[in-house]
């Protein structure tokens, strides 16, 4: 079957842009036993690939050259030849920027077949996937909130802040997010139930600090964050003593030089505990936060947005969108 | 009795300077029941003090002006109207910048008898005491190392750094420090019983971080920071994943404008766990922490070295001497 793919044709220098990929077709593999065929319907586009597309040392091994650029997929198994799988399953997997993949069923974690009874297939990628368990993670397992403390998360409206202030309402926290753009801090506030958001755009840390001031007059008591730079410095200077920091991203800094913190001094006057983690090393927690989160998502209680690219050649150009804070919410690829 | 104190006259602007300071003399008030006078031996002069001079918020209430500076001391129970305490008795408190202090025995924690057979009533202030519970703390409960394992310490030579050497040798680990001067350095090595020692000075963070890579082959699994700028980043250019930061001190940055940390995204690179402590809020260690410690210095094991200025007049400069990195080992004022 033609089989068109994005490859990683080169690695940016500074800034990606779209001649870092490559489009090229090629033809999917006949099956060997224990093999499923899978359809994409969606890829996910998530920014830690950003840091995969470099040589250097990150907490991944970096994305090979000259090979399917790899990420999230939702699909339908069009052929099969694992008792495991039948054609006709909608799966969750690892099938990277093509139209089909070839999986091996029996390798455990490959390919996970999913129940869209309640939650759209492409939630899958988002709520009810990776970012979610994301959100979850830094949530439950480091920030730990008591009800009544006041949280934050900055690239509030995308796929895991919107799963972070979800889950951390439903715990009885006061949520304040941070934002780009009026558009995205009215949203989460009047429809995924922030109590306030913050627009980041043009100012600076000591000007946002002072919004935040306002939009969490108790102090902060946790903080996820994805963004770093001026995000970062201004909530840390409204932290309270004994405040926790759950280090997702850093995607001010993912294009260039390093984003500096300003003020890593007031770690030690609050005594914060900051923890720098990727869910893919706690799976463990998987599957009680994917349960969590489904029943957010399947009761209608946490309606999550997604921002839609379509066609697999778009994908390049979704993607540097992503990074620079263009999309709204999860941000995908439709391929069917 | 005529007492003699040194007073905080006035906060630094930037720098602290000489003229912060003003000697006063005092009477010291007649004893009310339940009261002792304790005659002060040696006075503590520790960087958490600098802190304390500003109005800013810090770990810590600031130090009132126009009264005598805060800070332990060790001395001897000269009148007691306790029936806890003896003339003669030898004490561990916190008398503050003074000759002598009169202290209500009953309130808890402000005074203890301590054993001067094996262990010199100096270093109840030094690894006997506050400084080395601090090690202790941030190397048991917060790096918790393996036995192999690469730890590293900045202010290596100083009172906190020289315990947390000679605690984390004894639980079979690697240890390699950071100080100012050869001297320092081959101190630490010879006498403490370091593995490696690095002198910074002079140098930038990626100088320093290719002298970490010769002297911590195997990477960095625990860092007790104390000093923060150029040693932190450096230290954190060579962290292994999973490792722990104890951020007990930022003394780089106490004097005037905040030293940012360059490299925040290996915290999230290396999934790194920090957390900023203050050993007073954790007094529950105390009991066990000052029985290993006593033992270790009461055995000949961990021989800590001193700096000891010579009567009280002298405490200002020896403090700001503190600041500069001028100290070899625990600052100390000798009074009697």
């Not at 770690?267 to 029943?295: C, K, T």
Request: aromatic fraction near 8%; proline fraction near 5%.
């Amino acid at each position: 079957m033609q089989n068109r793919q994005i490859h990683l044709d080169n690695r940016p220098k500074g800034e990606a842009s779209a001649s870092n990929f490559k489009l090229v077709t090629a033809e999917t593999p006949a099956l060997a036993d224990g093999q499923v065929l899978v359809r994409h319907h969606f890829l996910s586009l998530d920014p830690y690939m950003r840091g995969r597309m470099n040589e250097s040392k990150s907490y991944a091994q970096p994305q090979p050259l000259g090979q399917v650029m790899q990420g999230g997929t939702v699909g339908e198994v069009v052929e099969s030849r694992s008792p495991k799988f039948a054609a006709g399953d909608k799966v969750v997997g690892m099938g990277g920027w093509q139209e089909y993949s070839v999986v091996d069923a029996d390798q455990v974690g490959m390919l996970r077949k999913v129940d869209t009874t309640h939650v759209p297939l492409s939630h899958y990628l988002g709520a009810v996937g990776m970012p979610g368990v994301t959100a979850w993670y830094g949530l439950v397992k480091i920030i730990d909130p008591k009800p009544g403390q006041t949280v934050m998360v900055s690239a509030a409206s995308g796929a895991v802040g919107t799963a972070f202030g979800a889950l951390a309402k439903a715990r009885g926290c006061r949520v304040v997010g941070i934002a780009g753009g009026p558009d995205k801090c009215k949203y989460v506030v009047e429809e995924i139930g922030f109590d306030a958001c913050i627009d980041y755009r043009g100012k600076d840390a000591y000007a946002l600090s002072k919004e935040i001031a306002q939009a969490a007059p108790d102090g902060v008591d946790g903080l996820f964050e994805n963004v770093g730079g001026v995000c970062l410095d201004a909530v840390m200077l409204r932290m309270n003593a004994f405040a926790r920091i759950a280090l997702c991203g850093m995607i001010a800094g993912y294009d260039g030089q390093p984003v500096p913190m300003t003020y890593p001094q007031l770690l030690l006057v609050n005594r914060v505990r900051l923890e720098g983690f990727i869910v893919s090393e706690h799976m463990e927690v998987w599957p009680q936060a994917l349960q969590e989160l489904g029943q957010l998502v399947g009761s209608g209680k946490f309606r999550p947005r997604e921002s839609v690219a379509q066609g697999l050649e778009s994908a390049p150009e979704a993607f540097l969108g992503l990074l620079k804070g263009r999309n709204f919410g999860k941000q995908l690829v439709k391929l069917v």
